[in-house]
């Protein structure tokens, strides 16, 4: 059982100042964090205990030193497109990889590994599937406003180059289009080069009924 919403999580949960510390010291990091920028930090809320058995695989078995040990996330400021172009669901068509609605950061470590040196794609797929999990929620609350839950029904994600370790890269999501229960979703994910070294699509769906 659940005894809390997205909306409450990412409202009251703090964001970790070390991981803002940590990602500000990185070039690449520091324009989203700039008091300038179009983004804002939000908790990551899964990288948090809840007290209860869910996002353990987050905030348990990938939260330590030599896994992803820091994880920061973004979103885009309410208000910072006065009135952006929409398609016929409201979807914002401004966004996109130059325009991204929800960014992580994510430092990764050699326990993730499959080759050496490298991280394995279950776990890049994973941190795709939560950072576009996160962005649609985000999305939901604050732009489009629906209640109900979201299921991840199909990702694909294409690997480009491999993400060596250690190493930090960002993610960058944003809403495709949406029809009905199902939501569109795309994503990168960059080295801090801004390499691109993996891409991903996703569809998630607006359950029936509660969780
Ligand atoms: C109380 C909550 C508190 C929240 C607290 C928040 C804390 C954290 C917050 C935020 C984190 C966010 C991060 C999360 C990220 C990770 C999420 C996961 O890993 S989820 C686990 C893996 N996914 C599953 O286990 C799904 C298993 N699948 C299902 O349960 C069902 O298949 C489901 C619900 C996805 C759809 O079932 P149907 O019965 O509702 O819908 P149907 O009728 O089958 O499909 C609806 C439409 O979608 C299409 N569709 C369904 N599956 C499709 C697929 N795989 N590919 C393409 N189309 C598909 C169908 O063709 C249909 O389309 P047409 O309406 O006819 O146009």
């Keep these: 059982m659940y005894n809390h919403t997205y909306k409450e999580l990412i409202t009251k949960l703090q964001v970790s100042q070390e991981d803002v510390d940590f990602f ?3 070039p690449f990091a520091r324009p989203y964090i700039d008091n300038t920028s179009l983004y804002q930090p939000v908790p990551f809320v899964s990288r948090h205990d809840k007290g209860d058995l869910s996002d353990k695989f987050f905030n348990k078995a990938i939260n330590s030193h030599d896994t992803i040990p820091r994880a920061l996330a973004f979103m885009q400021r309410p208000g910072s497109l006065h009135s952006p172009p929409t398609d016929e669901n ?3 068509l ?6 991204p609605f929800f960014i992580t950061f994510c430092q990764i470590e050699s326990g993730v590994n499959g080759y050496i040196d490298t991280a394995h794609g279950g776990v890049l797929a994973a941190l795709f599937d ?3 999990g996160l962005c649609a929620e985000s999305y939901r ?12 029904a199909s990702l694909q994600v294409s690997y480009r180059s491999p993400v060596r370790t250690p190493s930090a890269v960002i993610i960058k999501t944003w809403m495709r289009r949406k029809e009905g229960r199902k939501w569109f979703l795309e994503a990168q994910l960059l080295d801090q080069d801004g390499l ?10 607006g359950l029936k009924s509660a969780l």
């Design 196 to 205: 691109l070294k993996a891409e991903a699509k996703s569809l998630y769906i």
């Design 141 to 152: 609350v604050f732009v489009s406003e629906e209640g109900g839950h979201l299921l991840t």
């Design 130 to 132: 939560e950072t576009l």
């Design 90 to 92: 409201g979807i914002d």
């Design 94 to 99: 401004s966004q996109g990889a130059e325009n």
């Design 24 to 26: 500000a010291n990185m």
